[in-house]
C-alpha cells in the first residue's frame, strides 16, 4: 500500500491540476473513499442561458471522483462517469461535492457524488474507475 496519506495524494494531484485550481475548488475532506470539495461559480462559467455550464458541475464532481478514488493510495483513472443536472445552477452559487465510494473491487470501484447548493441537490454523477498496479508515493 502506499506510504502516502490521502491528504498527501490529494496535494500531490492538486500539485499538477491547473483545471481544478481554475475551478477553485477547496478540499473541505478527505479520507479513504471520500473526498468534500467546494467552490464558488463565477461569471466566466455561465452559458448563454445565463446559467453556470453544466461542465461545471461535472467538472466539480470529476475532481472529488478523482481525489476520493485516488484516495486509498492505489492509482486509479476514470473509466466511465454520467451526470444528471436536476437544478439551475446561478454566478455566486456555492457548490459542494461530495464523492462516495460505492464498491471498492481488486481493480474496478465505483462511486457516487452529490452536487448541491445550500439544501439542494443541482446535480447526480456517477463514475467507475479501473485501478492501476502502481502506487502513489
Known amino acids: 500500500m502506499s506510504t502516502l496519506s490521502p491528504e498527501e495524494i490529494v496535494q500531490k494531484m492538486m500539485a499538477k491540476d ?5 475551478l477553485g475548488v477547496k478540499v ?15 461569471e466566466d462559467m455561465i452559458n448563454g442561458f445565463l ?3 453544466g461542465g461545471i458541475t461535472f467538472s466539480l464532481a470529476d475532481s472529488a471522483f ?3 478514488s485516488n484516495s486509498r493510495g492505489q ?11 436536476t437544478r439551475p445552477v446561478f454566478p455566486g452559487d456555492e457548490l459542494e461535492a461530495k464523492a462516495v465510494e460505492l464498491q471498492n473491487g ?10 448541491r447548493c445550500g439544501e439542494n441537490t443541482v446535480a ?7 485501478k492501476k498496479d502502481s502506487l502513489w508515493t
Not at 18 to 22: D, I, L, N, P
Open 51 to 53: 446559467v453556470a455550464h
Open 18 to 22: 491547473a483545471f481544478s485550481q481554475w
Open 66 to 68: 478523482a481525489f476520493a
Open 124 to 130: 447526480l454523477f456517477n463514475g467507475t474507475v479501473f
Open 28 to 42: 473541505c475532506q478527505i479520507e479513504p473513499g471520500t473526498c468534500t470539495l467546494r467552490m464558488t461559480v463565477r
Open 75 to 85: 492509482h486509479a483513472v476514470s473509466i466511465e462517469t454520467s451526470i444528471s443536472h
Open 106 to 115: 481488486k481493480t474496478i470501484a465505483r462511486y457516487a457524488v452529490s452536487v
